[in-house]
């Protein structure tokens, strides 16, 4: 028994179509998944640009505390030190950078808010610092989030095989300590 199809110019027509819509499906997809990649690339940058701003913040404002808020004398220097060693690091997140944030942020810790009956500067000096110690934290959090979902794209198989990154790095999360001390 053997059955013998017989292809007519209208099945031809309705095969071409399929495969045509097909295709247009594929190519949409890809130029989807090409867009959302870039996108969640520039929005890494932007996370980091964001957090590198709040750490910038943060370490003048331990930099004001440090000279002005009263605390005494040898937390006063260490906080300067952390950081001054902070606003001094030259690469954005080299390891260096992230150890003095760190250290800082230890610092922070172990530093006693000043006596009772300062000025109102002086409150507004640790507001100040505790506001940029919250939008560190939150910085760091959105652009690990984001590093986080960047990476997934990445892992899909097509992805990879399609080379749709392009020569975009891989990003990286950052990590350091950046929980905040109660006791200022």
Avoid at 28 to 37: D, F, G, H, K, Q
Avoid at 145 to 169: D, I, S
Wanted: hydrophobic share 50%.
């Amino acid at each position: 028994m053997n059955i013998e199809i017989v292809w007519g110019v209208q099945e031809w027509v309705i095969l071409g179509a399929i495969v045509l819509a097909a295709l247009l499906a594929l190519g949409w997809y890809l130029s989807y998944t090409a867009v959302r990649l870039d996108r969640l690339h520039h929005r890494v940058i932007g996370t980091a640009a964001a957090l590198d701003a709040q750490l910038v913040r943060r370490a003048e404002a331990a930099l004001e505390v440090a000279y002005i808020a009263g605390i005494d004398p040898a937390s006063a220097t260490l906080m300067a030190a952390s950081a001054g060693a902070a606003l001094d690091q030259e690469e954005t997140w080299s390891q260096d950078r992230l150890d003095a944030e760190s250290q800082l942020t230890e610092v922070l810790r172990a530093t006693h808010a000043p006596v009772v009956g300062q000025q109102v500067e002086v409150d507004e000096l640790l507001d100040r610092m505790r506001g940029t110690g919250e939008r560190v934290k939150l910085a760091r959090r959105f652009h690990n989030e984001a590093v986080q979902e960047a990476r997934a794209v990445r892992g899909q198989r097509l992805v990879r095989f399609l080379h749709l990154a392009g020569t975009a790095k891989v990003p990286l999360p950052i990590g350091f300590d950046d929980d905040w001390p109660e006791t200022l």
